[in-house]
T-cell receptor, first 111, second 115 residues
């Protein structure tokens, strides 16, 4: 079977750093994407890792270790507007090129 | 900025009725996806199109769901008859090509409530 595991909830305060982990078990693997979804909104693309290592985009960074089937999203200098759900998603080559999403992590940022 | 358009945004229907959702992807995007998202879960793929052709509909309940993208541009997803368990958010997304599927652009979704 195919599965993606990520924590259901994370809480933090403004200005802090938070890491959202994602472990995956899929029959094939092209890469790991991260999406953000605010309540009632559409998922929006944040980052993508196809190779091992860290990708940095402003306050957000994403990491991948293919050998460990593990990745994480790192959010720095947290702001209230970062309160949202964050999904990791895998491209599984045996399922075509569509994405398989995790169940999501709800991040709550307080002041 | 180009966006994926979906309509209606909300739909309430009685079970056993037919319902249809429409999606217009970003201009030039060849690949279109329909997802279903249950509250508290991640999106689950229902069907994927490359231009007008279905690439993957393995998770589409074909006894009641159908999807088409006749001219390779906009798309319609239909449910007939609707069941209570179909209540969910239906999301449409597009990407420039299949090779760009890691970066999909999502529409605002249609929230379906079946009573």
């Amino acid at each position: 079977g195919q599965s993606l595991e990520q924590p259901s909830e994370v809480t933090a305060v403004e200005g802090a750093i938070v890491q959202i982990n994602c472990t995956y078990q899929t029959s094939g693997f092209y890469g790991l994407s991260w999406y953000q979804q605010h309540d009632g909104g559409a998922p929006t693309f944040l980052s993508y890792n196809a190779l091992d290592g860290l990708e940095e985009t402003g306050r957000f960074s994403s990491f991948l270790s293919r050998s460990d089937s593990y990745g994480y999203l790192l959010l720095q200098e947290l702001q209230m507007k970062d309160s949202a759900s964050y999904f990791c998603a895998v491209r599984d080559n045996q399922a075509g090129t569509a994405l398989i999403f995790g169940k999501g992590t709800t991040l709550s940022v307080s002041s | 900025e180009a966006e994926v358009a979906q309509s209606p945004r909300y739909k309430i229907t009685e079970k056993s009725q037919a319902v249809a959702f429409w999606c217009d992807p970003i201009s030039g995007h060849a690949t279109l996806y329909w997802y279903r998202q249950i509250l508290g879960q991640g999106p689950e793929l229902l069907v994927q199109f490359q231009d007008e052709s279905v690439v993957d509909d393995s998770q589409l309940p074909k006894d009641r769901f159908s999807a088409e993208r006749l001219k390779g541009v906009d798309s319609t997803l239909k449910i007939q008859p609707a069941e209570l368990g179909d209540s969910a958010m239906y999301l449409c997304a597009s990407s420039l090509a299949r090779s760009d599927s890691y970066e999909q652009y999502f529409g605002p979704g249609t929230r379906l409530t079946v009573t």
